[in-house]
């Protein structure tokens, strides 16, 4: 497929271009899809792997290209083998993953895409995220078993709240709806927000590290809270918006 402007500025910058091959899918919830890729270009090998990595998918809108960011899930650089897990909603590429068959082949490009742990280990994570972030979350889970994690996670479905999440013993998660606030993403901002200034907020910004990755003005909204009205440090936080509310 070509890749349009879009690819020409990836490339510019460096991209490197890998075609991934479609393995077995599965349904993990109503909402929530798996799809297992072969990285036949070597994308693993040549690339390496980091909590959080993701790459630029390149899917078919009617013809012209649609680049989407997507997490890689439980990399196997031996095997060149990965998972993609898609929270599903009415996008192409939500479509994309509940369609595509065995065989089929997918573009990707990886540029972007980056960790930077935090030394020493943090006291705390606190951690914003929804379906489409829970593959990082679960990669930074994995990443950082000696540092405990308070989440807080939006759900959109009922059944968001059992996808398969890798807690570990002493984390903390609370769900919080999606639908239903006054403003999209205002239940998920006030409940974090509360939770960080209130009283008896357990947060030491000194020694705490900050994971952001939530719909796109939300995860903004919180960043700001954290940096203006908590002082975090910038680099004691990491805020990137996964999707915007259309
Ligand atoms: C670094 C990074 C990693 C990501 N990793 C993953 C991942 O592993 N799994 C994953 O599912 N997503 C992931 N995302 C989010 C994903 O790229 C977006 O959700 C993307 O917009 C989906 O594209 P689409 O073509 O399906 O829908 P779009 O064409 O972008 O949007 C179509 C409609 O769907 C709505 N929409 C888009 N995304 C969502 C959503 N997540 N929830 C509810 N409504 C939505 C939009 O508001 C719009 O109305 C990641 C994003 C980033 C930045």
């Not at 059992?162 to 919080?176: C, K, S, Y």
Request: charged share 25%; glycine share 10%.
């Amino acid at each position: 497929m070509r890749h349009g402007w879009e690819g020409v500025v990836l490339r510019a910058m460096r991209g490197r271009d890998f075609v991934l091959t479609v393995g077995e899918s599965e349904d993990v919830t109503d909402r929530y899809r798996r799809v297992r890729v072969t990285d036949d270009g070597g994308l693993l090998a040549a690339c390496g792997t980091h909590p959080t990595m993701w790459v630029r998918l390149w899917f078919d809108d009617g013809g012209s290209p649609h680049q989407r960011a997507y997490t890689l899930v439980d990399p196997d650089p031996a095997a060149g083998t990965f998972d993609l897990e898609f929270a599903l909603h009415d996008g192409v590429a939500a479509r994309w993953a509940q369609s595509v068959r065995p065989g089929a082949t997918i573009d990707a490009t990886v540029q972007g895409t980056g960790f930077d742990p935090v030394r020493p280990a943090p006291r705390r994570m606190h951690v914003v995220g929804d379906p489409a972030s829970l593959p990082a979350v679960n990669s930074l889970l994995d990443a950082s078993p000696g540092t405990p994690a308070r989440l807080w996670l939006e759900h959109g479905a009922d059944s968001d709240r059992t996808l398969p999440l890798r807690l570990r013993a002493g984390d903390e998660v609370t769900w919080v709806a999606r639908h239903g606030a006054a403003v999209p993403g205002g239940a998920l901002v006030a409940a974090v927000t509360q939770a960080w200034t209130c009283p008896a907020a357990d947060v030491d910004v000194a020694a705490d590290w900050f994971w952001l990755a939530a719909e796109a003005a939300s995860t903004r909204a919180l960043a700001r809270t954290l940096r203006k009205e908590l002082g975090v440090a910038k680099d004691r936080c990491s805020a990137l918006g996964y999707w915007r509310a259309g």
